[in-house]
């Protein structure tokens, strides 16, 4: 407080020091004439302030924008790890849907289910050729019916879930999505490497093959198994 209260005074005293000498020198000027206003500018300019006043603007600016600055980090580092977080919640997520779709698929149901199409089909076939005269005929025809109808019923239902029964003779084999059970002789209009016979039906669920077809595949007579 001292060293600031000295340089005002001093600052004060200037002018009228230098005024004082110029009236000596080439006679006497007013204080508040313009030569003595830029002597007292130039001899104020010439003197820097102490250090005593404070920081500079540059330096008030500087603080500023790093203040600033750690704020936009803080910002996004809080976003960063909300991303980090909402990225984590969906990955779970998705896992557990992939868990789901494996434990409840149909694919497996489905496969249970043509083992049941498989028996119905052979019971309506031997029930068709083995009816006898009399009341027994009567009573079979009514199971050949029921069992006819449920047949239906059960195509119909693998019709609205994607899964269809394959129908490969007269088809190029296809390890895909057949079975190799034998070899047999090409008959007439039977091109060899073709199936001939279908010994189980195959099955796809919306276009995949979930049941190879077992089938025989023609050949040439000197290459028969």
């Known amino acids: 407080m001292a060293a600031r209260l000295l340089w005002a005074v001093r600052r004060r005293m200037q002018p009228l020091l230098a005024s004082s000498a110029a009236s000596d020198g080439r006679g006497w000027l007013h204080p508040f004439s313009t030569a003595t206003q830029r002597t007292a500018g130039e001899d104020c300019n010439s003197e820097d302030p102490p250090d005593e006043l404070g920081p500079s603007l540059a330096e008030r600016a500087l603080k500023l924008k790093a203040v600033k600055l750690e704020k936009e980090v803080q910002d996004l580092t809080v976003r960063y790890q909300r991303a980090i977080a909402d990225g984590e919640n969906i990955r779970r997520r998705t896992q557990r849907c992939v868990e789901d779709a494996k434990i409840f698929g149909i694919q497996s149901f489905c496969k249970d289910l043509v083992e049941v199409a498989d028996i119905l089909e052979k019971t309506t076939e031997c029930i068709s050729e083995e009816t006898e005269p009399g009341e027994q005929k009567l009573i079979l025809e009514k199971i050949f019916r029921g069992l006819s109808l449920l047949e239906a019923k059960l195509k119909s239902v693998f019709a609205k879930h994607g899964l269809e029964k394959m ?20 008959g007439v209009g039977v091109q060899p490497g073709t199936v001939a016979l279908v010994r ?26």
Do not use: W
């Open 167 to 186: 129908t490969p003779i007269g088809d190029k084999y296809d390890p895909h999505e057949h079975e190799l059970i034998c070899h047999v002789p090409a």
């Open 200 to 225: 189980q039906d195959g099955y796809k669920l919306h276009g995949r093959t979930i049941r190879l077809a077992q089938v025989e595949v023609a050949v040439e007579s000197q290459r028969r198994l």
